[in-house]
């Protein structure tokens, strides 16, 4: 993947999940949040920055290997150093 789609998939994906998290606050204040939009909130918010953190991790191992572009085994090593960190929060309650 070229550093120029990475960055666009970035920003769109990072863009939605904002919306998202503005959509739930601001319904939530109006007092007009439906049942439905709450049950799927955190699944919205996991499925749009998960992926973008993914490519945002890969795109600095990419810069810092001096690859032309995001190969499938620089998001391999991304998506590892998400799981560590998932396993680290997970092992310590660091981040609680």
């Given at each position: 993947m070229n550093y120029s789609t990475?960055?666009?998939l970035i920003g769109i994906l990072f863009t939605i999940g904002l919306?998202?998290?503005a959509t739930y606050f601001f319904m939530d204040e109006k007092g007009i949040l439906p049942s439905l939009f709450v049950d799927v909130f955190v699944p919205l918010v996991f499925l749009t920055w998960l992926p973008a953190l993914l490519l945002i991790i890969g795109l600095l191992i990419a810069r810092g290997k001096k690859e032309d572009k995001i190969s499938n085994k620089t998001l391999g090593r991304s998506a590892v150093v998400i799981a560590a960190l998932f396993?680290?929060?997970?092992?310590t309650g660091y981040f609680n």
């Open positions: 990475a960055k666009w919306l998202i998290i396993a680290f929060r997970w092992l």
